[in-house]
Structures are given as structure tokens and as C-alpha cells.
């Protein structure tokens, strides 16, 4: 499965960040996370297409996911935009069913996009 993001770009402080990503096929879960160099990857939500979204407790405040009915889209959008949230984001996805505990789990996903970088300047 190929995975395509969007919505990327320069962002205020303050403002929010609408992300979609969109699967080239079916998959059984999605998720978002974010990468800033020399960090490691931080999970931001992810969901089991017809099931109820796990977020990160650090931005579970801030984000909200959704998916179309297809089960190829997963939205993001993020408020309360902070320059700390400055980094490259990811989209995620599987074919196989997850447990809703592992959602977070970047290593179980299979399938990734090439990123959509977000800068929020103050």
C-alpha cells in the first residue's frame, strides 16, 4: 500500500494543521506520528478503520483523527499550534488488524508515506 500526505506547510502559532493521507488500497489501520532530527519518532494518533482512535497522551488535547468509510483515508487535525510542533509528519498504515493498545506502536506498521513537513513559527 502506498501512502500519499498532505497538508503540510508553514503554520502560525496558535493556528491549527489539517494533514489527510490517503492509502493507494484498503487497510486495517492508520495512524500519524512526527519526526524532528535527531529525535526519535513520536506517535500522534492512529485508528483500526471502524474502530475508536488511540491519541498520544502528550497532544491528545490538541488532535483529532478521522477516516472516510472506504477505510483508505486518515485525517489529522492538530490545534493549539506550538513552534515545538515544527516537524516532519508521517503517515502510517496496515492491512492486518491491531489491538487498539498497540496502535501507537510505529514498528508494527508496514507501510509508510514520505513525510509532509510543518513548520509553525511564533
Known amino acids: 500500500v502506498q501512502l500519499r500526505e498532505s497538508g503540510g506547510g508553514s503554520v502560525q502559532a496558535r493556528g491549527s494543521l489539517h494533514l489527510s493521507c490517503v492509502a493507494s488500497?484498503?487497510?486495517?489501520?492508520m495512524g500519524w506520528f512526527r519526526q524532528v532530527p535527531v529525535k526519535e519518532r513520536e506517535p500522534l494518533a492512529a485508528v483500526q478503520i471502524g474502530g475508536r482512535p488511540n491519541y498520544a497522551d502528550p497532544v491528545k488535547r490538541r488532535v483529532f483523527v478521522s477516516t472516510n468509510n472506504a477505510g483508505n483515508m486518515l485525517n489529522l487535525q492538530m490545534n493549539r499550534l506550538e513552534p515545538m510542533d515544527t516537524a516532519m509528519y508521517y503517515c502510517a498504515a496496515r492491512s492486518a488488524p491491531i489491538n487498539w493498545e498497540d496502535l501507537l506502536r510505529g514498528e508494527l506498521y508496514t507501510s509508510w508515506g514520505q513525510g509532509t513537513q510543518v513548520t509553525v513559527s511564533s
Open positions: 488500497g484498503l487497510t486495517s489501520a
